[in-house]
């Protein structure tokens, strides 16, 4: 397997934990085109 790509703005091969606001927070402006979100199915 080749090694994974490095973006220029942002470590992909990286996970980040944490609160979603505060790790958005962190990351350079306009450097994410979508963020897909699948809620828990027991929330109530």
Same mark, same amino acid.
């Given at each position: 397997?080749?090694?994974?790509? @490095? @973006?220029?703005?942002v470590d992909t091969r990286v /996970?980040?934990?944490?609160?979603?606001l505060d790790q958005l927070a962190?990351?350079? /402006? *306009?450097? /994410?085109? &979508?963020?897909? &979100?699948?809620?828990?199915? *027991?929330?109530?």
């Amino acid at each position: 397997m080749p090694p994974a790509k @490095s @973006s220029a703005l942002v470590d992909t091969r990286v /996970v980040y934990c944490g609160d979603n606001l505060d790790q958005l927070a962190k990351l350079p /402006v *306009q450097c /994410v085109d &979508l963020i897909y &979100l699948v809620a828990p199915r *027991q929330t109530a």
